[in-house]
T-cell receptor, first 113, second 116 residues
Framework: AQTVTQSQPEMSVQEAETVTLSCTYDTSESDYYLFWYKQPPSRQMILVIRQEAYKQQNATENRFSVNFQKAAKSFSLKISDSQLGDAAMYFC??????????FGKGTRLHILP | DTGVSQDPRHKITKRGQNVTFRCDPISEHNRLYWYRQTLGQGPEFLTYFQNEAQLEKSRLLSDRFSAERPKGSFSTLEIQRTEQGDSAMYLCASNLAGGLSTDTQYFGPGTRLTVL
C-alpha cells in the first residue's frame, strides 16, 4: 500500500531564514506525482509545488523548491526567505496519475518574527 | 473560473440527524473527489466520481454515507444517522482527467461538521 510519512509534526523558523520539511513515501509504482500542499488556518488546501516522478530535475516555485530523491523515496520541501504568511500546515502528498491523493499527517510550520 | 465551492461551510447537528453537503467543482472538471479531515490529521480519501459514475469508495465510507453526482456536475454527500465520530472537515476536490494538467486537484474550502 502507498504511504506518506512526515516525521516532523511541528517546526519553527525565524522570519527570512530557510527551512526544510521532510517527507518519505512508499510505493511500488514507477510513474506517480508528488505534491506539497499548504493549509493555512482558514483551512483551504492550496497547492504549493508538484513533482513528476519521471522528471529528474527538482521542481521550484519562487521561494519553494523540492529535493526529490526517487531511489530513497524522499521528497523534502525547502522554503527560502520565510515569511509570516508561510505559517500553515504543510502536507506532503502522493498520487498515481488521475487517482486519489494520499496525504501525510502534516507538519505545522511556525514563523518567528 | 470560480474554483471549487462547497456548501454549507459549517454544519452543527445533533447525533442521529441526517446531513447533506454539496460540492460544485470547477466547471470543466470531470473528476470529483471527497475527502475527510479530522483535527490534526491529513485528509483521507472517501470516494470519487468521473462524470456521474462513482468509481471508487473507501472503506471509511460506511453504509450511512452516500454520495451522488447525478448530472456529472455538482455532487452531494449525505450522512445518515450522524454519530459524534463523523465530526470532521469534509473536503471536495476536482480535476480534469485526461487533459494536459490532469494531476493537480483543486480543493474547495470544506464543510466543517460538528455532531453534538
Amino acid at each position: 500500500a502507498q504511504t506518506v510519512t512526515q516525521s516532523q509534526p511541528e517546526m519553527s523558523v525565524q522570519e527570512a531564514e530557510t527551512v526544510t520539511l521532510s517527507c518519505t513515501y512508499d510505493t511500488s509504482e514507477s510513474d506517480y506525482y508528488l505534491f506539497w500542499y499548504k493549509q493555512p488556518p482558514s483551512r483551504q488546501m492550496i497547492l504549493v509545488i508538484r513533482q513528476e516522478a519521471y522528471k529528474q530535475q527538482n521542481a521550484t516555485e519562487n521561494r519553494f523548491s523540492v529535493n526529490f530523491q526517487k531511489a530513497a523515496k524522499s521528497f523534502s520541501l525547502k522554503i527560502s526567505d520565510s515569511q509570516l504568511g508561510d505559517a500553515a500546515m504543510y502536507f506532503c502528498a502522493y498520487r498515481v496519475r488521475d487517482d486519489k491523493i494520499i496525504f501525510g499527517k502534516g507538519t505545522r510550520l511556525h514563523i518567528l518574527p | 473560473d470560480t474554483g471549487v465551492s462547497q456548501d454549507p461551510r459549517h454544519k452543527i447537528t445533533k447525533r442521529g440527524q441526517n446531513v447533506t453537503f454539496r460540492c460544485d467543482p470547477i466547471s470543466e472538471h470531470n473528476r470529483l473527489y471527497w475527502y475527510r479531515q479530522t483535527l490534526g490529521q491529513g485528509p483521507e480519501f472517501l470516494t470519487y466520481f468521473q462524470n456521474e459514475a462513482q468509481l471508487e469508495k473507501s472503506r471509511l465510507l460506511s453504509d450511512r454515507f452516500s454520495a451522488e453526482r447525478p448530472k456529472g456536475s455538482f455532487s452531494t454527500l449525505e450522512i445518515q444517522r450522524t454519530e459524534q465520530g463523523d465530526s470532521a472537515m469534509y473536503l471536495c476536490a476536482s480535476n480534469l482527467a485526461g487533459g494536459l494538467s490532469t494531476d493537480t486537484q483543486y480543493f474547495g474550502p470544506g464543510t466543517r461538521l460538528t455532531v453534538l
